[in-house]
């Protein structure tokens, strides 16, 4: 890389939602970075319009891409919309172009472009109406590198990684298996040592059932699963704790003595971080061969337009993918 400041491409999510518009006012602030705004020219135009708020754009395609950023501007790679935007309007005529934004995303990042992706919300049911199969960016990720990834949300010192997704809560059992369980860990022990420089990661890992099986009493994957996984990680010198009861694992004094929580199931753990930091969150994808992060809320269409969503989850999200980005090129330089 030859480029003085990371280069960090946002992707704007659904046209129709809050996106566009705090991609705008993401572009008033200073950043210590190169922002590349994935999206349609047009509808960034008309966000900052509608907030009344200045913005000049640069086509990514014309070359002119490289100076840090300026407040008031943003780089463009553009991916125009089939249908006009109307804020919280859904339109599935749109959909190809969200879909192409986050392969342009991808894409960029595969080739080395940028250091870092950042995405905006999608609406997951007009992508499913167009007929996409995407459960959510966790997985479109992960199928284009074809990689295990794992989900992390932070707010603040507090993370919280999930061993599942978007599964139905029916299937979740099923899917704590050995395999999949040791490769989760494995992953967020390596990118909490390689992303967030902790030389010794401390995991506390929760149980999957309510106060962890009751030694077999309330379920036995904890007795058949995880405590095996554990025992065997431990012997490779990780710092695994657990499985512990989900209901005491977040209180102060546990907190205290890890670096991050792995949860069973999406709404184990992510209630408890939401309610510490809704809107400053940040969702990161561990596993990629790049750096991606995310809001930690959707498209919220109710209040598209207006100008009184609250940007500080994107904000939060750019500032993190920001400085993991300036951590490995350090490294890389080292």
């Known amino acids: 890389m030859t480029d003085a400041v990371a280069r960090i491409a ?13 991609l705008v006012r993401l572009a008033q602030q200073a950043h210590p970075a190169r922002l590349i705004a994935i999206a349609d020219p047009a509808v960034l135009k008309q966000a900052a319009d509608a907030l009344g708020l200045p913005l000049e754009l640069t086509d990514l395609a014309a070359g002119a891409d490289a100076s840090p950023h300026r ?21 599935v005529a749109n959909a190809p172009a969200v879909m192409a934004m986050l392969s342009a995303a991808a894409d960029g990042a595969e080739r ?43 707010a ?16 979740v059992p099923d899917a704590i298996r050995a395999d999949r369980l040791e490769r989760t860990i494995r992953i967020l022990h390596e990118d ?19 106060h962890a099986g009751e030694g077999g009493h309330l379920g036995r994957e904890e007795i058949d699963v995880i405590i095996p996984v554990l025992q065997r990680l431990r012997g490779e010198g990780l710092q695994l704790r657990g499985p512990l009861p989900a209901d005491t694992a977040f209180l102060p004094r546990e907190l205290a003595q890890c670096d991050a929580v792995l949860a069973m199931y999406h709404d184990q753990g992510l209630p ?29 269409l ?24 300036q951590r490995r090129r350090g490294s890389m330089h080292a």
């Open 10 to 22: 946002v992707t704007a999510g659904e046209p129709a939602g809050i996106g566009p518009e705090l």
């Open 71 to 91: 407040v008031g501007h943003l780089f463009v790679r553009s991916v125009p919309l089939f249908q006009p935007m109307r804020f919280g309007q859904l339109d």
């Open 112 to 154: 080395g472009d940028f250091d870092a992706i950042v995405t905006a919300p999608v609406q997951k049911s007009v992508l499913a109406d167009a007929g996409y199969g995407f459960s959510g960016h966790t997985e479109f990720f992960a199928d284009r590198v074809g990689r295990d990834v794992v989900m992390l949300l932070a």
């Open 156 to 171: 603040g010192d507090m993370r919280v990684a999930l061993a599942t997704t978007h599964l139905p809560l029916r299937a």
């Open 192 to 210: 909490l040592r390689e992303k967030f420089a902790l030389p010794q990661p401390r995991i506390l890992v929760l149980g999957l059932n309510p």
């Open 272 to 300: 408890v971080l939401k309610h510490a930091g809704f809107g400053h969150a940040v969702n990161i994808t561990l596993g990629l061969p790049y750096i991606r992060t995310s809001v930690d809320h959707g498209t919220a």
């Open 302 to 325: 109710d209040l598209a337009g207006r100008g009184v969503a609250d940007p500080g989850s994107l904000f939060a999200a750019t500032a993190l993918a920001i400085d993991l980005a």
